[in-house]
T-cell receptor, first 112, second 115 residues
Framework: AQSVTQLDSHVSVSEGTPVLLRCNYS??????LFWYVQHPNKGLQLLLK??????LVKGINGFEAEFKKSETSFHLTKPSAHMSDAAEYFC??????????FGAGTTVTVRA | DTGVSQNPRHKITKRGQNVTFRCDPI?????LYWYRQTLGQGPEFLTY????????KSRLLSDRFSAERPKGSFSTLEIQRTEQGDSAMYLC?????????????FGQGTRLTVV
């Protein structure tokens, strides 16, 4: 079975500093991986996805993630946090082309 | 707004009552999904439809839960004889299903509270 583990339940950063959200995956074959963001009172929004093309994936709002097969990781980064980045972030693996398996989530707070 | 729409946004019900939620997907999407999200957890897959056919149901979907998608358009999720453990956010998503890993677009969810 495929699953993801988000290593931090909460990350707090200062505005303008880098953000790193860590995710490890478990899969018997090359998975499809995603990062979704959930702002309060809004639907989940896709940030980026990896589907076995480039290992460095660029997403919306300045986020990017790197797929590292040797480390079974798919960490999400952003060089400079903005107040609007405060939200819940989910690392997601897809075992097939229709089902998404979500991690427990990482809450990001941004300090002014 | 042409996104995924869910109604109602909030529902408070007494234990033992039946509730029904509705999801209107993006119009050209042929796949529709239901997920459940409890506090502090990520969403969990419940079921999905390809057009009007329900192709998979999670073990989380007990016999008190039923989902339909008549005519392959909107979908309803009914919970019979609600229990306090059913309290959660119920999320609906849709995708066009034309290829591998096409993006799923999520609605804002229906928050159910069973008292």
């Amino acid at each position: 079975a495929q699953s993801v583990t988000q290593l931090d339940s909460h990350v707090s950063v200062s505005e303008g500093t880098p953000v790193l959200l860590r995710c490890n995956y478990s899969s018997s074959y090359s998975p499809s991986l995603f990062w979704y963001v959930q702002h309060p009172n809004k639907g989940l929004q896709l940030l980026l996805k990896y589907t076995s093309a480039a290992t460095l994936v660029k997403g919306i709002n300045g986020f990017e993630a790197e797929f590292k097969k040797s480390e079974t990781s798919f960490h999400l980064t952003k060089p400079s946090a903005h107040m609007s980045d405060a939200a819940e972030y989910f690392c997601v693996v897809s075992p097939n082309d229709y089902k998404l398996s979500f991690g427990a989530g990482t809450t990001v707070t941004v300090r002014a | 707004d042409t996104g995924v729409s869910q109604n109602p946004r909030h529902k408070i019900t007494k234990r033992g009552q039946n509730v029904t939620f509705r999801c209107d997907p993006i119009s050209e999407h042929n796949r529709l999904y239901w997920y459940r999200q409890t506090l502090g957890q990520g969403p969990e897959f419940l079921t999905y439809f390809q057009n009007e056919a329900q192709l998979e149901k999670s073990r989380l979907l007990s016999d008190r839960f039923s989902a339909e998608r008549p005519k392959g358009s909107f979908s309803t999720l009914e919970i019979q004889r609600t229990e306090q453990g059913d309290s959660a956010m119920y999320l609906c998503a849709s995708s066009d299903g034309t290829g591998m890993n096409t993006e799923a677009f999520f609605g804002q969810g229906t928050r159910l509270t069973v008292v």
